[in-house]
Each structure stands twice: as C-alpha cells, then as structure tokens.
C-alpha cells in the first residue's frame, strides 16, 4: 500500500490546491489510502490469496521463459509438422493410409530415423549417459521435475483463462449450494439418485453397459462427456483433454465410454508386445493407432513430455491415436498405443503422464532376462543386420552383450520401480511373458489384462497370436545359443538378483502370483543348464523362454 501513497498524494493535492489548503489534501490523501486498503482487505477471499498469486506469476515466467525457448528448439520441425497437418486436414478421416503417413511424418520431425529400434539403441546409450550425469549431479532430477511441473501449468494464457472461469463456475456452485435450505427430497428423487449412484459406481467399474432403466441418463451423460471432449480437437493440447477427468463418463448406443487416450502398452521390449498389440487392436472396443511404436514422448518431445508444443500434442491425438475416429464412435473405443521403449524411462515419463492423463492405465510385460536380452540382440542383428561389438559375430557367441544387458534394460526392477510410484495400484498391469504365452494360462492371462482394460475379457478370442518372431526359432539358433556352462552360470547368478527385485516389487504390489513368476524363470535356467555339457568350460547352448 506505501507504494501507492506517492501516486495517491499529488491528485489529492490537486484538487485540494483549488480551495488552497495543502493540510487538507494531505488528511484526504490519506483517507483514500485507508479506503483503498480497506476494500482490498475486504475483496481477498482469504490470506492466501496473494502469495498463491505471486506464485502463479512466477511460474507464468518461468514457463514463458521455457516455452518460448523449447519453441526455437523445435520451431524447424514444428513448421514441418504443421505443414503437414494442414493437408491432413483435408483428407477425409477415414483414410487409414494417409492417417498413417501423416502419423509417421508427425514422428520424423523429431528424428530422420525411421528405424524404431535403432532409435532404441540410441536412446539406450543416451540413457546410459544420463544415467551416469544423474549420479554426477545428485538434485539435477528434482530441478529437472520442478522444470516439468513449471511447463506444465503454463500451456498459455487461454487455457489460464479457462480455468479460471471454470474455477469461478465451482465457486457459483458452491455458493448456490449455501442458498436456502432444500426442502426434503421426495420418495422420488431419491429413487433417483440413488440410480445415478448405481450408474456412477458401474461407470466407475466399467464393463459393457446392462440396458436397465438407467439408460436415459447414462446416455445423456455419454453425449455430454463427447460433447467435451470432441472441443479438444480444436485445441489440439493435452491440457483440454486433462480436464475431462471432470466429467463423468457415460454411454452410447448401450456401449460404455473411455477417456482419450485409454491405456500404453509401455514395455518391455521383445515381451511378446507386438502380438497384445495385434490381439487387441481386433477387439471391437479398441481404436487401432496409426502405427505400432509411435514412441511419441520418448521421440517427438526429445524426452520431456512437457515439451511437446501443440501442433505436435495434436498430431499425436489425431494421427497417431485417431482421435476423430473415436470421437465418431462417440468415445465408445479406447485409444492405445503400444511404445516399448516407454517402460524403460518411468523415471520421468510416469510421472508426466499421470499429469497429462491422470486416468490412464499401463502396461508392462516382462520376460526371463537372459531370454529377452539375446531375442534383443538378435532383433537387430537380423532385422538391421547390426552387431554390437560385445557380439562375436563369426563364433555366434552373445555372452558379453547379454552380460551388460543384465545391467540395463533386462533388470526390470529398476525401470518398474517409478511405474509403480506414479502410477496407481488399480492402472498398472504387470504381466510375465512366461505365463501370458503359455498354452495352460494365456486364456486367464489375456482376460485378466482385458478385464483390467474394462473391454469384454471374452473378445476378440483367448488365442494371443504369434508375431514378431525371430527366424532363428526354426533357423541358425535354434539349437540354441553358444556359451559356456560357467558363462551361463553367472549371468543366471546376475538373472537372479534382477528377478528377486522385480518379484519382491510384484509380491509387494500383488500384481500377479509372485512365486509362480519366480519358478518360471528358474525352471528355463534349471532346463537350459540341463542341456550344458560338464565341466565349467563345457558348452552351453541356450534355448530362449
Ligand atoms: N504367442 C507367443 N508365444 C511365444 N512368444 C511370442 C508370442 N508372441 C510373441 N512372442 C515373442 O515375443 C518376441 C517379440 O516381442 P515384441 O513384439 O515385444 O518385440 S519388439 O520389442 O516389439 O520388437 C519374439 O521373441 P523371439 O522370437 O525370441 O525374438 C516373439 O517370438
């Protein structure tokens, strides 16, 4: 308030120098800054009113700040994109081909390689490195959070404003609700919402809608959830799209709706993936992506979610997740996409992602570690024809490689570990290989993750499908891997330790039957050491899980 005194003061003085009295001026200076003060005090709702204000500002700067350097950064491929959104926009929705192209050309703008995997490799190595500047500099990962919750809560001043009126609709809400005592509700109206708390629960529950009387109203608030959410479209942002954890959802045509997106299948990579992908994208409550690794958060927004500008959060939404295909079914189809490499970079994607889609729920499969790791090595050797140099090629021999491997991506354990943290009990579903592709539980497998989706567990059949495979399974290989007998041994000592970290988190967590998970792997370790001639130099041909 002292600063507006000075400001106050010479028009007091003004107006006083008319009659010529300056003690006068001064005593209604004064008055008006009492006033002033007065009805500011009298206006704030509460004390906390002004530091939450002041810390809005700040972070409108800092996000500002952020923003418009994360737009230079991306402003080249942002041009590239936009350009070929706008032709999109042309096309009719219904062309697969060119939703594909567009989803494709959405992800090259961030990378000229089209290869997934190699991409993989890349980020592999890149996230060996951050891993080794993480424990370089120990805080860097909070800065690095409070960075990402500054760019998220500043997407632009429109979106401020909305939630602004929003926020002032609630109060009117609130303030209505303290208006005159409601006369008792009639024998009817409670009838009445006791029916709405039926439907409220079974939405909740999901599961194919009953057609009881409560369809009227399931139905009008199905069309009212669309309603909503088709608006994002325009806006193209995440941000519009988080705000429908607001609203309820309701039916269509006696079918249930989903929030957009649904669900990830988020890893792991050579976990059988490509087959659930195909699975469900045949069932009639799922939307196909546009592509099958999209890895939009790991790609497009160079590893930081929040750094997505919009024209790619709406290409993402419409070409890779076919955001107006669903809108067309009324939300009655979940939208998925299936990136394996997300699994591996929990440490800043769950957390992001819970804030972008606090609904959404994920999906992790994981194989025998020593399995996945050579299928990994030999995914790139046949499909990219690329050794690593821990690989002997000429000998076939895979020790080494698989040796790091156990150190990285096949110890589960620590790439699961901040799912779990971000991600609540009831939306992380954590599967093992093993059992999902076995003949005796893929059925209950498959139904059980489909029941954990809310889609019909009984379609579109128990059968997984086989996809993906490598040719070894009836080539080169399938005698099984070389090594010797003392090699295998200790990289089943690594396996071990890997597999005791993620049982006792599935134990803890009671995602699935934690002793069954660990004598799955025991008894492929027990069945391939078998097969081991003796002696500690005796050979060892590895037969993959
Ligand atoms: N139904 C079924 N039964 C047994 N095994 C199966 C099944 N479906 C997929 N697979 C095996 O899973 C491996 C491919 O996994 P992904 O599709 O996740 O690989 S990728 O990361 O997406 O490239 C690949 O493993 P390898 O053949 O050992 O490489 C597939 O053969």
């Known amino acids: 308030m002292g600063v507006l005194a000075p400001l106050l003061a010479p028009a007091a003085n003004r107006s006083c120098k008319r009659d010529g009295s300056p003690v006068k001026a001064l005593l209604i200076g004064a008055l008006v800054v009492g006033l002033l003060c007065c009805a500011i005090v009298t206006l704030a709702p509460s004390g906390s009113l002004m530091p939450s204000n002041r810390v809005r500002l700040h972070l409108n700067l800092g996000t500002n700040k952020n923003v418009e350097g994360n737009e230079q950064q991306v402003k080249g491929k942002a041009e590239a994109l936009d350009t070929a959104l706008q032709d999109q926009a042309h096309l009719p929705a219904t062309d697969a081909d060119s939703q594909q192209a567009t989803a494709a050309?959405?992800?090259?703008?961030?990378?000229?390689?089209?290869?997934?995997?190699?991409?993989?490799?890349?980020?592999?190595?890149?996230?060996?490195?951050?891993?080794?500047?993480?424990?370089?500099?120990?805080?860097?990962?909070?800065?690095?959070?409070?960075?990402?919750?500054?760019?998220?809560?500043?997407?632009?001043?429109?979106?401020?404003?909305?939630?602004?009126a929003e926020e002032a609709e609630q109060q009117g809400g609130a303030e209505e609700q303290l208006v005159p005592t409601p006369a008792a509700p009639t024998a009817a109206e409670e009838q009445e919402e006791q029916q709405e708390e039926k439907e409220d629960a079974a939405g909740e529950q999901g599961g194919l809608f009953d057609g009881s009387a409560s369809q009227d109203v399931s139905e009008a608030r199905g069309l009212e959830f669309a309603q909503r959410v088709k608006d994002c479209d325009n806006s193209g942002q995440f941000s519009c799209l988080n705000r429908q954890n607001n609203w309820k959802l309701g039916t269509s045509g006696g079918q249930r709706q989903f929030r957009f997106p649904h669900f990830y299948i988020a890893g792991f990579q050579k976990c059988a993936t490509t087959s659930l992908f195909h699975h469900l994208i045949h069932h009639p409550q799922v939307q196909e992506p546009s592509i099958k690794e999209p890895e939009f958060f790991t790609k497009a927004c160079s590893y930081n979610a929040m750094r997505c500008i919009t024209s790619q959060q709406r290409g993402y939404m419409r070409d890779v997740l076919n955001f107006r295909r669903i809108q067309q079914a009324n939300f009655t189809k979940a939208a998925f996409e299936g990136s394996t490499h997300y699994g591996l970079e929990g440490r800043w994607l769950a957390m992001q992602l819970r804030e972008h889609f606090p609904w959404i729920k994920i999906v992790l499969t994981m194989r025998e570690p020593i399995s996945q790791a050579i299928s990994m090595v030999n995914h790139m050797l046949e499909r990219h024809g690329a050794a690593r140099d821990c690989y002997d090629r000429k000998k076939g021999l895979v020790f080494e490689c698989i040796n790091e491997d156990l150190d990285y991506e096949s110890r589960y354990a620590k790439s699961v570990r901040p799912w779990v943290k971000h991600i609540p009990r009831e939306q992380l579903h954590v599967l093992q290989y093993e059992n999902l592709t076995s003949d005796a539980n893929m059925a209950p497998a498959l139904r059980d993750l489909k029941s954990f989706l809310e889609i019909d567990p009984l379609l579109p059949s128990d059968d997984l499908g086989l996809k993906n495979f490598r040719h070894q399974r009836g080539g080169e290989h399938s005698d099984g891997w070389p090594m010797s007998r003392s090699q295998y041994e200790s990289l089943v000592e690594k396996a071990r330790r890997n597999a005791e970290e993620i049982v006792e988190l599935v134990r803890a967590q009671g995602y699935a039957d934690a002793d069954a998970w660990m004598a799955n792997w025991e008894a492929a370790w027990k069945m391939n050491l078998k097969r081991c001639q003796p002696g500690p130099e005796g050979e060892c041909l590895v037969i993959l899980t």
């Open 105 to 164: 050309a959405v992800l090259a703008t961030s990378s000229g390689d089209a290869d997934q995997n190699s991409h993989k490799e890349e980020a592999k190595a890149a996230g060996k490195q951050e891993v080794a500047a993480e424990q370089q500099q120990p805080g860097a990962e909070e800065q690095q959070q409070e960075e990402q919750q500054d760019g998220g809560k500043a997407n632009n001043q429109e979106e401020e404003q909305r939630d602004g």
